[in-house]
């Protein structure tokens, strides 16, 4: 199962049994509140009507006939209290009806009064309500019309007529519970249409959330694509273009201290492989000119002719020349590899750097017996002037080994772009991909392979530094090497 379907799996579920309890316990509560808020009111209510009736009940005019003179003023009133029209809107609801039943009993519990006429003369001293007023305790009911209809309910609170400081009967008020239940259905409707609305924005939440957190953890898998290391038996040249690795990730929290350590951790892996793969080239080139140099020095320890001590002694200094070549083009490259972006401020002109390398190399040329042109004229930009005049100074010098006495090498300006051309052999088509990598050498046209193939691997860093590009092709006769620089790297 997928990260993201199991976060939002997770999510749901939690989320789901949280909402299902808390909703459960909202609906559960709505109608007992209901119904204490209104047992409440009706406490208040019975209380009043005790002390109106009290007068009545004492000078024994509750159980006159409504149509006799003598009858209770408080029985008269209740009765046009139940006639008495009404048309109230309440919070969205009309009311029009008065749904108070109220009944009087005695200290026996008969009835001596009742606003319905349904029970004048009844024994109620055994119901709750009237039992426990009359013995000085809190009286209440609740009782159904109809047993089996739990919508039939009807709710009765008493409280005790006091005559002289005593009880002198008990005056109950009865509502039906019907009449607050459309509240109470509206009420649950509400809650749970609510509940409904925070379940569906917590959906969407955890969407949100699930979606931000598997977006950001795939960029950082995207990252570790990018960045992960060479297959096995395979080594990392820096001086060949490699795919482009992703930035590292800008994320929040721990995701971010991931992909920062995912950065130092491939840092550390290209650096110890970059080692690697240079102790193995490294070795690789110097076995041959060190033993050179230890035969021609085991063989100058014996007694030999003039002319081949002195071949031998050449031979010396000649490999401990290979070997300087080496050394000062590998630190070179070491520098150029250490570096991220070349540091041009001033405007340079390719035609001075051209100049100068000509300059530094026209002596070798001459000893060769090869000329240098310089021809067109190139542009200007943000260049690094000495890095520049490297890279040309490496490609003279690869130009001139291989160029045939008495020819010229050319040295091109065409805007952002320098060539330079020989008129040497070349080299085979299978060698032209590979070159630009580190101590890969062709043979010279006299067949000797004195060169460190660390030259054209200087070229093409200081063309990467710069945001350009190294384009080598044959010309039959002859090698043309390009460098296309970018007019802003």
Known sequence: MRLGIRLLFAFFLING???????????????????????????????????????????????????NSRASPFAQHVRRYATRPIDAAI???????????????DTTGRVLFD??????????????????TLRGEYGARSTRDVQEDDTSGVMHVAAPIYVQNRIAGVLTVAKPTRTVQRFIDRAERKVFMGGLLLLALSAAVGVAVTLWMVWNVRRLRDYALSVQ???????????????????????PGELGDLARAMDRMRARLEGRDYIEGY?????????????????AGELLQDELPAADRTEFAHQVVQQSERLQRIIDR??????LEQRHHAEGRAPVALQDCAEAAIAQTRARAAQRGITLALAGAGASGPWEAELVTLALTNLLDNAIDFAPEGSTVRVELAGTT????????????????RLGERFFTTARPGGERSGSGLGLAIVRRVMALHGGHMVVRNTAPGLRVELVFAAHP
């Open 229 to 251: 290391g060479p297959a096995d038996g395979e080594v990392h040249d820096p001086a060949v273009p490699q795919p482009a690795a992703l930035a590292v990730p800008e994320v």
């Open 279 to 295: 102790v193995r080239a490294l070795t690789h080139e110097l076995k041959s000119p060190v033993a050179a140099i230890r035969g």
């Open 115 to 132: 606003s319905e006429n349904r029970a004048v003369g009844a024994d109620y001293s055994r119901w709750r309500d009237v039992a426990r």
């Open 418 to 433: 320098v060539a330079v051309q020989d008129a040497g052999p070349g080299v085979p088509d299978y060698a032209l991909p």
């Open 91 to 105: 919070w969205g609801f009309s009311k029009q009806s008065l749904d108070y039943r109220i009944y009087v009993t």
């Open 17 to 67: 049994i949280a909402a299902f309890f808390v909703l459960r316990v909202f609906m559960a509560e709505i109608k007992p509140s209901v119904r204490e808020v209104m047992e409440d009111m009706m406490v208040d209510t019975a209380n009043i009507l005790a002390e109106l009736a009290s007068e009545d009940l004492a000078a024994g005019r509750l159980a006159a006939d409504a149509g």
């Open 330 to 335: 590998l630190l070179e490259l070491s520098k």
